[in-house]
């Protein structure tokens, strides 16, 4: 998760959780006592509606959880009444705090003080693996088998197979500009169009694990250090990253993008 060019924060396994300042990236204390070595797959973070404080939660396997409170500088332990492995976290505009996981888990809590509530959507058994406002007071989930959820402004949850990725893995979703956009293995994008899930074409063929947006311009990252571009008209074109090590997430600012993996 970035605030900028200059703030990051990225996590991992046995409780890593570093913050990157200027062009430094420093190992960070968990304040906690319980989570210090949990294994963490996502972060993300937001201003508190109506205040200059600044909150962020990472979340990982069997429920594990942390949360940075900016009013304290410190990242506390929580728990969010699950035992399922967390893939994904996101904060949307109005101030609510989504969680996608195995075993169909969504979570949403109404603001970043909250206790989550399971939404009970009907897909147990699939994993979801990312999760993103869709721009109309909603937000979208992505996860195994081509499966995805949409949860509208009022709450009511609809899974929408993405017959275009029938038994592939996607892996995480944005919205860019107006495009809801997910990707996942072999090089899969889709794009919704208001009524079904279509291809896009990538030009690559290696699994796709996140991708993250802002404005209209979309980034994807995935194995062996590779990294699209998807341009305002929806074209994707491949960037050169320098590395051959997997990358596992991604997060766009207005000048450019940041990833971290393997």
């Known amino acids: 998760w970035s605030v900028g060019e200059k703030e990051a924060w990225a996590v991992g396994l046995e409780g890593a959780l570093i913050h990157h300042i200027g062009s430094k990236w420093n190992v960070t204390d968990i304040d906690g006592t319980y989570m210090k070595t949990g294994t963490f797959r996502a972060v993300w973070g937001m201003a508190a509606s109506g205040s200059s404080e600044t909150f962020a939660f990472a979340v990982g ?3 594990v959880g942390i949360r940075f409170d900016g009013a304290t500088d410190k990242w506390l332990d929580y728990r969010a009444e699950t035992t399922a492995h967390l893939n994904n976290v996101a904060a949307l505009p109005d101030g609510r705090v989504v969680i996608a996981g195995d075993s169909g888990v969504l979570l949403e809590a109404p603001d970043a003080k909250s206790a989550f509530v399971d939404l009970g959507v009907a897909v147990t058994g699939t994993h979801l693996r990312g999760v993103s406002d869709d721009g109309a007071k909603g937000f979208w989930a992505v996860g195994d088998d081509g499966v995805t959820v949409h949860v509208d402004a009022n709450g009511k949850a609809e899974v929408i197979i993405a017959t275009e990725a029938a038994g592939q893995r996607l892996a ?3 919205l860019a500009g107006k495009d809801v956009v997910a990707v996942g293995h072999g090089g899969a994008a889709m794009r919704w169009d208001g009524s079904a899930w279509k291809s896009e074409t990538t030009g690559v063929q290696f699994n796709l694990t996140a991708i993250s947006a802002h404005g209209d311009t979309a980034w994807a990252v995935g ?5 699209i571009r998807r341009d305002a ?4 074109s491949k960037e050169a990253s320098g590395e051959s090590f997997n990358l596992h997430r991604v997060i766009a600012w207005d000048k450019g993008a940041a990833a971290v993996g393997d």
């Open 61 to 63: 396997d069997k429920g």
């Open 172 to 174: 995480g979703v944005a």
């Open 223 to 227: 194995e062996f250090g590779t990294v």
């Open 233 to 236: 008209g929806g074209k994707w």
